[in-house]
């Protein structure tokens, strides 16, 4: 008798690389923000499982069966209060956290590590529109690859060092900032400038053609110290994604799930308590003695 295999065809990254000669990159999960309801449902043919698919799966198999094999009312309770925002924050808790942090850190840096991610959904661009945010394309943090073409200069590039700066700019970069990290001498000639915008640095910066040239060969060197810099701010959001996610499912979601339980059993008990009789009046002496 034969038996048919049921195994699921398995695409080899290596046999299957691209004529680049680099290997086919997939992970666990992909894709943005579903723009339709339907997307929820599609199953990529090289099986790689978006996280909304995955969410809604989890909800649908793992909750549901909980949900009804759960013995009380009491036990459905915990099942949503415990499981839903496990889920929620093991599925999402990195990238959005991560995400989050790092554009804090950008911000605050100076130092570009964000790039243009999926295209916003529909609701996605309301949600922006109602924070007066106008940005279509999502913000995620940038691979290693990305950064080191940002912070090395090559001087082959078309547009020159000019060029260079401006798609440094263009991705959220300070200029003085980022500069300022390529060397001690480099920053102390750049304290000097009175430059509140990177419009107004590259103008000074070209009244000081030797400064510029220390500059130029600075960013030419494939491990400068800014680019150095931008990878460790890009490193720290991951570990701050990680960190925050793990305390929320390995301690916040228990302890919150025990709180809710144990204020709920208080007011059973507190309800479930008899009531005192009221103690008959006194009798009056006139009436012992009657």
């Given at each position: ?83 839903v925002p496990t889920i929620l924050i093991a599925v999402f808790g ?80 300070d200029f003085k900032k980022t500069c300022s990290h390529l060397s ?107």
């Open positions: 008798m034969r038996i048919n295999n049921a195994t699921p065809l398995i695409t080899n990254n290596i046999n299957n690389a691209n004529n680049t000669g680099k290997a086919n990159k997939n992970v666990a999960f992909s894709g943005g923000m579903p723009k339709n309801l339907k997307d929820l449902f599609v199953l990529e043919r090289k099986g790689n499982m978006t996280r909304y698919l995955f969410t809604l799966n989890a909800f649908v198999f793992l909750l549901g069966g909980r949900v009804l094999k759960s013995r009380d009312k009491d036990e459905k309770r915990e099942t949503m209060t415990r499981d990195v990238p959005v956290i991560k995400d989050w942090a790092a554009k804090i850190f950008q911000k605050n840096s100076g130092f570009a590590i964000l790039q243009d991610g999926a295209e916003k959904s529909k609701f996605g661009k309301w949600v922006g529109n109602l924070f007066n945010n106008k940005e279509t394309h999502a913000k995620s943090v940038a691979s290693y690859d990305q950064l080191e073409d940002w912070f090395v200069y090559d001087s082959k590039l078309k547009s020159g060092f000019d060029g260079f700066m401006d798609r440094l700019g263009n991705q959220g970069g001690k001498e480099i920053k102390a000639e750049l304290s000097k400038f009175k430059s509140a915008n990177n419009a107004e640095f590259l103008t000074e910066l070209k009244g000081n053609a030797k400064l510029k040239s220390d500059i130029m060969n600075a960013f030419a060197n494939p491990k400068n110290k800014a680019l150095e810099q931008a990878k460790w701010l890009k490193t720290i959001p991951t570990l701050i994604g990680f960190g925050i996610t793990l305390f929320s499912i390995g301690i916040f979601v228990p302890k919150l799930n025990i709180a809710i339980t144990e204020s709920i059993n208080k007011k059973k008990k507190v309800e479930a308590k008899p009531v005192n009789p009221v103690a008959a009046p006194a009798e009056t002496e006139a009436v012992k003695n009657a």
